[in-house]
Every structure is written in structure tokens, then in C-alpha cells.
């Protein structure tokens, strides 16, 4: 079992750049592929991206292709999303997971272990 923590979020303007990170402790991170997810207000639980164990296969959402870039670093046992050109609709508590496998996975119920969440919110 990995246990997540996701740090980074807070308040920006739109057009503006966030970096949330998700720190994995636990054994094996580098045996685990890792996705972003967000949840508004009202709404379902959304995926954002997905990257698979060694970081050589990412995916995206459509709504954020080209503006957010999914990473990691399994020395440090990192995962990061760099949110660039953020729009008022990306307002939401983002998620890390984390699915010991080694693809990249876009539903939330296939991945295992979950982060606690941090607030992003975009003003105009």
C-alpha cells in the first residue's frame, strides 16, 4: 500500500501556473503508476492525467491536453502536475492516486491508493 500526499494547490489567477505534488511513502513507488483526478463542487470525480510506472506513457484529459504536464520522479518518490494556462473551470480539489501496475489508467475506481486532496482555485 502507498500512502499519498499532495501539496501545491491554493489560489491563482487565470492564466496562471500551479505545480501540485504528490509524495509517496511506501515501498516500490517506482512499481506504480500514478494519476491526477479533480472533483468540483457538485460534480463527479474527473480524471486529469495518467502516467505509467517508469514515466514513459502519459495520458490526458481532453480538457487539459497542452496546458497540464504529468510527471515523476521515482528516486525522490514524487509524482507532480504542472498546471499551466489555468482556466476558472479547473477549480477543484485535486487527487493523487496510485495503482501498483505499470500502465496508465483513467478510471478512478482501478486505481488503489488515494491522497487526501488539495484545493486549486482559479479567480478571474
Known amino acids: 500500500q502507498m500512502q499519498l500526499v499532495e501539496s501545491g494547490g491554493g489560489l491563482v489567477q487565470a492564466g496562471g501556473s500551479l505545480r501540485l505534488s504528490c509524495a509517496a511513502s511506501g515501498h516500490g513507488f517506482s512499481s506504480y503508476s500514478v494519476g491526477w483526478f479533480r472533483q468540483a463542487p457538485g460534480k463527479e470525480r474527473e480524471f486529469v492525467a495518467a502516467i505509467s510506472w517508469n514515466g514513459d506513457s502519459t495520458y490526458y484529459a481532453d480538457s487539459v491536453k497542452g496546458r497540464f504536464t504529468i510527471s515523476r520522479d521515482n528516486a525522490k518518490n514524487i509524482g507532480s502536475l504542472q498546471m499551466n494556462y489555468l482556466k476558472l473551470e479547473d477549480t477543484a480539489v485535486y487527487y493523487c492516486?496510485?495503482?501498483?501496475?505499470?500502465?496508465?489508467?483513467?478510471?478512478?475506481?482501478?486505481?488503489?491508493?488515494w491522497g487526501q486532496g488539495t484545493q486549486v482555485t482559479v479567480s478571474s
Open positions: 492516486a496510485a495503482r501498483y501496475a505499470s500502465g496508465r489508467y483513467r478510471v478512478a475506481d482501478e486505481y488503489d491508493d
